[in-house]
């Protein structure tokens, strides 16, 4: 089915520990995002990229930095990990940047200890 | 920060309509109003959004005031399934057109 896939699903790091999270979309969608939900919060955007070759700091973008390798492709990646980037992390992608819904992946689970 | 204002919860009956309210008292002429909801831990879903008029779709619909200042989304006929966090967002097309998501409405539909 067409949408929005994020691997892994769950992780635990080490302090220190550095990781990517990836992101592919298959519906042809220009725009890509990251978003952080932290329990019992709402989310929180981290990066977003426009369209490809671009890419904007959202909300709360310490600690990470991020890739659009290509059109379906937007990664994250914690450098040195810490427990307060334990979080769920979605992405998002949608077709505009404006006048269109996102469609958010199932969400990556990562626990740092 | 997020520029609307929802309650932390609401109940609804079974069957009945799900009437959820959004302040968005400064809003924008070009920014639109969006719901999103999110049933548990799952990545949130687009509802519908609208700028100006009503707008319906098969799953909900949209009232926006004449002002602009509030709007309420519609669940026309409940069902435990809809029991999820609704978000009302205003999306600033100045800002890259970005979602910035508030608290939410924790909706809990009873039988």
Redesign the interface.
Known sequence: NAGVTQTPKFQVLKTGQSMTLQCAQDMNHNSMYWYRQDPGMGLRLIYYSASEGTTDKGEVPNGYNVSRLNKREFSLRLESAAPSQTSVYFCASSEGWLNYGYTFGSGTRLTVV | D?KTTQPPSMDCAEGRAANLPCNHSTISGNE?V?W?RQIH??????II?GLKNNETNEMASLIITEDRKSSTLILPHATLRDTAVY?CIV?D?NQ?????????TELSVKP
């Open positions: 997020a639109y969006y999103y831990s799952q990545g949130p879903q687009y959004h978000y999306r097309p890259g057109g970005k979602l910035i998501f508030g608290q939410g």
